[in-house]
C-alpha cells in the first residue's frame, strides 16, 4: 500500500515550477529537504501515479484530481490558536486579490511573520523556510492551503487559480496523453 506524505504533494509543486533540468539534490536544497526524502517522495508519487520516473515529469491531470479531490481529505489543515506568522490560504496571494482582509487571516506560525491570525500547519514542516525564498512557490502552497482548509467560496476561487497554473503546466510540457 502507498501512503503519500504531505511533503510528496510539495515535491511536486516545485517540479511544476522547473524550467531548466533539475536534480535531486537542487530540489532539496530548494524545499528545505534532505535528498533522501526527496527521492522517496518521488518514488512513493511514481507508485501513486502522480509523477512519471521516466519523463520525470508530474501526471498533471492525476495530480490536478488529487489536489482537488483527495488532498482536502487526507492532508487537513486545521485551525490553531491566534499566532504571529506568514499569512497563507485566502489572506495570500493571489487570493488576497478576491477577498477582504480577515481580522484573524490564515497564517503559518513563523516568529518573524508580520500578520497576527489563527494557525494553520504549513503541508510540511520547512515549507515557511522554502517559501520565503520562491515567491511563485508560496502561492501554490497557499492555493492548496486553500483547497485543505477553506469553505466552498474560497475553495472554488483556489481551483480556479490553480487550474490555471496546471493548464501552464501543460502547454509547457505537451506531454503525451498516456502520462497526463
Request: glycine share 4%; proline share 8%; charged share 30%.
Amino acid at each position: 500500500m502507498i501512503t503519500l506524505k504531505p511533503q510528496d504533494v510539495a515535491i511536486l509543486l516545485k517540479i511544476l515550477l522547473k524550467r531548466e533540468p533539475w536534480t535531486i539534490a537542487a530540489l532539496a536544497a530548494e524545499l528545505r529537504m534532505s535528498a533522501s526524502e526527496v527521492h522517496a517522495g518521488l518514488q512513493r508519487s511514481t507508485e501513486a501515479r502522480l509523477y512519471s520516473s521516466d519523463s520525470r515529469k508530474v501526471r498533471i491531470d492525476s495530480f490536478e484530481e488529487f489536489v482537488f479531490h483527495g488532498l482536502p481529505f487526507v492532508f487537513i489543515a486545521t485551525k490553531g490558536p491566534i499566532t504571529r506568522g506568514m499569512p497563507t490560504s485566502f489572506a495570500a496571494r493571489p487570493l488576497s486579490e478576491h477577498f477582504d482582509e480577515s481580522e484573524f487571516p490564515p497564517v503559518w506560525p513563523d516568529p518573524l511573520g508580520n500578520k497576527r491570525g489563527y494557525e494553520i500547519s504549513p503541508l510540511y514542516k520547512r515549507a515557511t523556510e522554502a517559501a520565503k525564498a520562491d515567491p511563485k512557490f508560496y502561492e501554490l502552497l497557499a492555493l492548496l492551503d486553500a483547497i485543505r482548509e477553506d469553505g466552498p467560496r474560497v475553495r472554488k476561487v483556489a481551483r480556479d487559480e490553480l487550474r490555471l497554473r496546471f493548464d501552464q503546466y501543460r502547454k509547457k510540457i505537451q506531454l503525451p496523453q498516456e502520462l497526463k
